[in-house]
Nanobody, 132 residues
């Protein structure tokens, strides 16, 4: 059974940083099989894909939503089966619930434009609150 568990959320002031983690289990975490990504749902807004990573064949490629590009970094540790999202230069509008997801469909960048619920698996989310 596939299971994704996010952690690392919290409260931070604007300009601060956080690192989110997503531990994968029950999933053959082979980057050649799954695209991995992060979604965010801000209060009162729809959930949106913000970062995706394709580690197939050892040539890692990443994709980002424009509003987080240059501030957030997605990465993965295949040995530990953990997906990360480094959040820097946080803004109040980054406040929301952050979810990780796994999706077999390619290309991986399309994950940013899909509904999270169409993915193969997703976690329960971790809350990030950024105060001004």
């Amino acid at each position: 059974q596939v299971r994704l568990v996010e952690s690392g959320g919290g409260s931070v002031q604007a300009g601060g940083s956080l690192r989110l983690s997503c531990a994968a289990s029950g999933l053959t975490y082979s980057s050649s099989r799954f695209c991995m990504g992060w979604f965010r749902q801000a209060p009162g807004k729809e959930r949106e894909g913000i970062a995706a990573i394709d580690g197939d064949a050892g040539d890692v490629s990443t994709s980002y939503k424009g509003s987080v590009k240059g501030r957030f970094t997605i990465s993965q540790d295949n040995a530990k089966n953990i997906l990360y999202l480094q959040l820097n230069s946080l803004k109040p509008e980054d406040t929301g619930m952050y979810y990780c997801a796994a999706d077999r469909r390619r290309p991986c960048w399309l994950l940013l434009h899909r509904n999270m619920e169409s993915s193969d698996a997703w976690g329960q989310g971790t809350l990030v609150t950024v105060s001004s």
